[in-house]
């Protein structure tokens, strides 16, 4: 996780410390906190402790960072769909619960902003989260697209609502993650309850709409 710099202290160098991925997480902490137009390149350069030139040297303007922000989430979650259904042909909810383990432990300290950069797109109607949202859908529908053509799905499943549906189930907890805190006393995103959110939500959702895979 991205910490604020303290008044006082010497800043960390971005560049020697995570380099691009961390001026990104920067990026999307501030995007997410105080959303898009609020926030300015020299904002980013100052918490990253780098130049704004840097900045416009490597992405142009701060829409090309924005880009890159939202490239960089989209390949994080979308790696998440692909090697979760590479990790369990047969779409097991105890091998996937276990990889969705090993996972949210791996990228634990950038979960954070990423919950929070995709709530801030969720609530606002803006472009670049309408854009986002878009992009989201578009990696869950070719997941779908490839197990439809893989013969996985049973024929009267709504193929056009299904993509929509998982969005609507994986969204959840990045909204009502506070209010599941309050009272289950853990985060959605801690390891083993994410695991078991997994678990509960391929048992549901692959009764329903799924088929055995394919014997080899």
């Known amino acids: 996780m991205v910490e604020p710099v303290k008044a006082g202290k010497t800043k960390p160098d971005a560049r020697s410390a995570a380099g691009r991925d961390r001026l990104l ?64 042909d047969s779409l097991d909810p105890e091998l996937l619960g276990e990889f969705q383990r090993k996972w949210i432990i791996r990228y634990q300290d950038e979960w954070p902003e990423f919950v929070s950069y995709f709530r801030r797109a969720i609530v606002e109607a803006s472009p670049w989260g309408q854009s986002l949202l878009k992009r989201y859908h578009d990696s869950i529908r070719r997941m779908i697209d490839r197990l439809d053509a893989d013969g996985r799905l049973k024929p009267d499943v709504d193929r056009v609502w299904l993509p929509v549906i998982y969005m609507f189930v994986l969204m959840g907890p990045i909204v009502m993650d506070p209010f599941i805190k309050s009272i289950y006393g853990h985060s959605t995103y801690e390891p083993h309850m994410w695991s078991r959110f997994q678990k509960a939500f391929t048992s549901v959702i692959w009764e329903g709409i799924g088929k055995p895979a394919r014997k080899k």
């Open 25 to 88: 997480l920067v990026a999307m902490k501030l995007f997410a906190e105080q959303g898009f137009d609020s926030v300015t390149v020299r904002d980013i350069s100052s918490a990253a402790n780098v130049s704004v030139g840097l900045i416009n040297h490597h992405f142009r303007s701060k829409d090309g960072l924005r880009k890159a922000v939202d490239d960089y989430f989209i390949n994080r979650t979308g790696a998440a769909i692909e090697r979760a259904l590479e990790a369990s």
